[in-house]
């Protein structure tokens, strides 16, 4: 690169960058989703239908990044066989595009919870070739939907929870593995991809704290790239369920993927604050955690997006599930029950710092092309509101 070139891109990020520092005027958005379009990654929210105005109110202006929390999986989609209501998932993903917001699809094929349809495992279990036959399910299901939204869903987990719940294996209660072993992630990839080409794919996964965990999922994650798999991303959940973050562990993990040139996220963040309760001021150690989650992602390149697993406290999933529901309310999020923000929400903001002028220009202008669509998005959203 010439000189004149070096000192043309560094104008141009110079201007890009001071435009950035200006969006209050234009864009109204809270410090959060403000943050995030400097520092070039997407900080999202898990959002359902049943939100009330306040809460979609900090849905819309905080955050950059929408997940459908629900309305997206099979069990919901499809009550009955061959039956499909996008009532749900038409709205949330309507009002994420009005927000101006990116979208992450969660999930295509997650064999736990509300993933699954109630009818798919006997229906697979009476098919005279169940191989030939859940295959085809898989694929029909990924092209109705992932075809639905094509070119609307930024991101898919396409497949959730591939491992079994505690163990470094793949999970060998699950339907899609029983039926096809690991070669259900390769059906479930390729036809995703084909259903939408844009959309970047990823392997989601729970409880990657666990270092065998980690290492399996990285086994897995590679196996299907050898064999020319669609797989894009890696999602680490981020439920943090054993224990708060280890900011040293998780960056690490960030890098070792990237390191496989697949992007990768925290996809569903929520960090209980009973972790905290022998701490003097849990919820600024809850805070502190929220630092280090952000952070580790921050620093490395490849990780694009930190999700958070609800708006506020007063509606997170720990709470009743019945794994974790037990004992003190978790207040696991970045606002309060009343929708006021915590110490986590400010120390999430200060952990997402403006890029100097030189890392723009090391970056390529890559996160700022990033930030500044957002910001045209968030600005024309705000014209057809206005
Ligand atoms: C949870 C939802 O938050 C709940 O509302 C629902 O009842 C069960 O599923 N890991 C996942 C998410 O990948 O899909 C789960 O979401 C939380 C655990």
């Not at 495992?121 to 070739?129: I, K, L, P, Q, R």
């Not at 086994?219 to 439920?239: E, F, N, S, V």
């Not at 600024?284 to 630092?291: I, M, P």
């Not at 606002?335 to 915590?342: E, M, S």
Request: charge should be negative; include cysteine.
């Amino acid at each position: 690169m010439g000189p004149s070139r070096i000192a043309k891109t560094g104008l141009v990020a110079a201007t890009a960058w001071l435009i950035l520092q200006l969006p209050a005027a234009a864009l109204p958005l809270g410090e959060l989703a403000r943050a995030a379009q400097r520092a070039g990654i997407d900080v999202g929210v898990a959002v359902d239908t049943n939100l009330n105005a306040a809460r979609q109110a900090i849905a819309a202006s905080e955050f950059t990044s929408t997940t459908v929390e629900n309305r997206l999986k099979w069990g919901s989609l499809s009550p009955a066989q061959g039956v499909y209501d996008f009532s749900g998932a038409d709205a949330l993903v309507d009002q994420a595009e009005q927000n101006g917001q990116r979208i992450r699809g969660h999930t295509l094929f997650w064999d736990r919870l509300n993933g699954m349809p109630g009818w798919l495992e006997a229906d697979v279990a009476g098919a005279t070739d169940p191989v030939a036959h859940l295959t085809q399910l898989m694929q029909t299901h990924a092209a109705t939907v992932v075809g639905r939204y094509a070119g609307r869903l930024a991101q898919w987990d396409v497949v959730n929870e591939p491992l079994a719940q505690l163990l470094p294996t793949m999970d060998p209660e699950s339907l899609f593995f029983q039926t096809l072993g690991e070669s259900y992630l390769d059906v479930a990839f390729h036809a995703a991809h084909a259903a939408d080409p844009t959309a970047q794919l990823f392997l989601n996964e729970t409880l990657t704290e666990v270092p065998t965990r980690f290492d399996a999922l990285l086994q897995i994650a590679q196996g299907m790239l050898d064999r020319a798999a669609p797989l894009h991303g890696i999602g680490l959940q981020g439920h943090f369920l054993l224990g708060p973050p280890d900011r040293t562990q998780l960056q690490s993990q960030l890098e070792a993927v990237a390191a496989m040139g697949l992007a990768v996220e925290l996809t569903e963040v929520d960090i209980s604050l009973n972790h905290f309760l022998g701490d003097p001021d849990p919820l600024a150690a809850q805070a502190r955690a929220y630092a280090d989650v952000f952070g580790a992602c921050v620093a490395v390149t490849a990780c694009t997006g930190v999700t958070v697993w609800g708006v506020d406290d007063g509606d997170t999933w720990l709470d009743t599930f019945a794994l974790t529901a037990a004992g003190a309310p978790h207040r696991p999020l970045l606002f309060d029950a009343q929708g006021l923000p915590k110490p986590a929400y400010h120390a999430a903001v200060a952990a997402l710092p403006e890029p100097s002028l030189g890392a723009l220009l090391l970056l390529g202008g890559a996160a700022l092309r990033r930030a500044s669509a957002q910001g045209r998005a968030r600005a024309e959203s705000d014209r057809q509101r206005s």
